[in-house]
């Protein structure tokens, strides 16, 4: 099966046999704004790994002395859809896995009321290790710095630009204010399309998990409809955008020597 043909479902199913569509070309990334020849989903998910092996040793900031690992990212390597948190907690930091917890099982859930896992889209988080510190004897999450996060941004980058993802869904306010605005507001902001990231051709962000688990009553239902809703937007711009990609592939534009 296609990595993309998820996204297909709706429009073209793949006739039996037909081989896998190339990977279309999303808007040009800061790391891949040359002209290069599109990568397979084998380069891309080999060119991940060794990227995660060298972050796993990354000693850019002081992160580094007190995280037990390195959470890179996980998903399909050649994902139409990236979904980018803030970064690690305690969990993540203690598995190693991008939403993991209570957070991620809700994400989970949300993914799977639009008929997709975690197999079809790729998972990361603009901080690649936990923002903790000590209190009481015990480590506790608090919010990264800006030197932080500014020293993690070329790993995101890279992975962005192997895997060239047509959308990528900003899950939270600090990822939204990393991708798509430093002043972004989520409350006034969420589920707007923006089209001026360097990070892909197309953003929105979307509540977090986390922040949806701490309303209750009503305001937990409403917020909960909002990511279902705003994540199936988020494929269905995935649909729309290939079937743009195909049309224009199908009739290039004309020669200017014909
Ligand atoms: S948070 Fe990012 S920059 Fe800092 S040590 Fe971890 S991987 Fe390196």
């Known amino acids: 099966m296609s990595q993309f043909s998820l996204f297909d479902d709706r429009l073209e199913p793949a006739e039996p046999g037909q081989p896998a569509a190339p990977p279309p070309a999303p808007a040009p990334l800061p790391v891949t704004s040359d002209e290069r ?11 991940l790994e060794a990227l995660g092996q ?31 948190g803030e970064g690690p907690g305690e969990n993540e930091d203690a598995t190693g896995r991008p939403f993991v917890g209570r957070a991620g099982k809700l994400l989970d859930e949300v993914l799977a009321r639009n008929g ?5 889209v790729y998972i990361c988080n603009i901080l690649k290790c936990r923002a903790a510190e000590m209190q009481n004897g ?22 962005l630009g192997i895997i060239r993802p047509l959308v990528v869904l900003c899950v939270g306010g600090p990822s939204a204010n990393t991708i798509i605005h430093k002043n972004f507001r989520i409350s006034s ?7 001026n990231s360097p990070y892909a051709g197309w953003t929105m962000a979307v509540f977090h ?45 004309r020669s200017l020597f014909d």
């Not at 997709?116 to 079809?120: A, D, E, I, L």
Request: glycine share 4%; proline share 8%; charged share 30%.
């Open 209 to 253: 998990p986390a922040y949806i688990l701490r309303l209750q009553g009503p305001a937990y239902q409403a917020a909960l409809d909002t990511l279902i809703e705003d994540i199936g937007r988020a494929r269905q711009k995935v649909v729309e955008l290939r079937r743009q990609l195909k049309e224009e592939q199908a009739s290039p534009p």
């Open 37 to 47: 020849i599109e990568l397979s989903p084998t380069e891309k998910r080999e060119l």
């Open 138 to 159: 015990r480590y506790l999450n608090r919010p990264p710095a800006a030197e932080e996060i500014s020293s993690c941004q070329p790993w995101l980058e890279e992975q």
């Open 189 to 195: 902001e969420r589920g707007r399309w923006f089209t």
């Open 116 to 120: 997709m896992t975690r197999s079809h």
């Open 54 to 84: 060298r972050a796993a040793g990354c000693e850019r900031c002081a992160l580094s002395r007190t995280r037990t690992h390195v959470v890179f990212g996980e998903g399909n390597p050649a994902a139409p859809l990236v979904l980018v």
